[in-house]
């Protein structure tokens, strides 16, 4: 645009650095203001918290993590399953789990999906097929139900312990959806 002005242009600045640089210290609380923050008519639009990461619109919206444990066999009562690490502080607000193929009849057959944190083992979420015919049907997003425990701190994990009812349910392409805030 003709009429254009720029406030700042940058056009290849000599030197290896950074071009801009933000140190926020760590004293009188400077530390915990977003590094970056754009508005417009003062609604942000996009920042970067004191984490250094993004947060979209402001406010922290809800971030998703999909994790495909595979095929699970009908009694792996005695496994346990690896989800996720969060490399920041945030809060699960939702847990759901899918299946590429409708399982058995769990009319007298389940299966207990059981999701637990690393720091205390304290259960998260925990899921029960339903007992009718399927017992958790193909490709329906099902919620695990309610979070407890789910504030997370950096460095902790989510893991699934399965445990059979009677003879238990195979599932083909078990996949879980994890929701969180970031809340540090």
């Known amino acids: 645009m ?11 600045p000599p030197g290896t650095g950074p071009i801009i640089r933000n ?7 400077g530390e915990a203001r977003d590094l970056i923050d754009f508005e417009q008519s003062t ?7 004191s984490l250094g990461l993004p947060d979209p619109g402001g406010g922290d919206p809800k971030r998703q993590i999909v994790v495909c444990i595979g095929d699970i066999i ?6 346990k399953f690896y989800l996720c690490q969060f490399e920041a502080a945030c809060a699960i607000t939702n847990i ?10 769990g009319t007298s057959n389940g299966q207990t999906l059981l ?3 690393s720091s205390g083992d304290l259960q998260v979420t925990t899921y029960s097929t339903a007992a009718s015919n399927p017992g958790l049907a193909d490709e329906t997003w099902t ?11 950096a ?10 009812v009677s003879s238990g349910l195979a599932m083909a392409g078990l996949t879980f959806l994890i929701e969180y805030t970031m809340t540090g």
């Open 2 to 12: 003709a009429d254009e002005q720029v406030v700042f242009n940058f056009v290849n």
């Open 23 to 29: 140190d926020q210290g760590d004293a009188g609380g």
């Open 43 to 49: 609604s942000k639009m996009f920042s970067i918290n």
């Open 74 to 79: 009908a009694d792996s009562d005695a496994l």
């Open 96 to 105: 759901y789990c899918c299946i590429n193929a409708d399982t058995a009849d």
């Open 115 to 117: 999701i637990s944190e």
């Open 143 to 153: 919620t695990q139900g309610a979070v407890t425990n789910g504030d997370m701190v």
């Open 155 to 164: 460095g902790e994990y989510l893991y699934m312990q399965p445990t059979k």
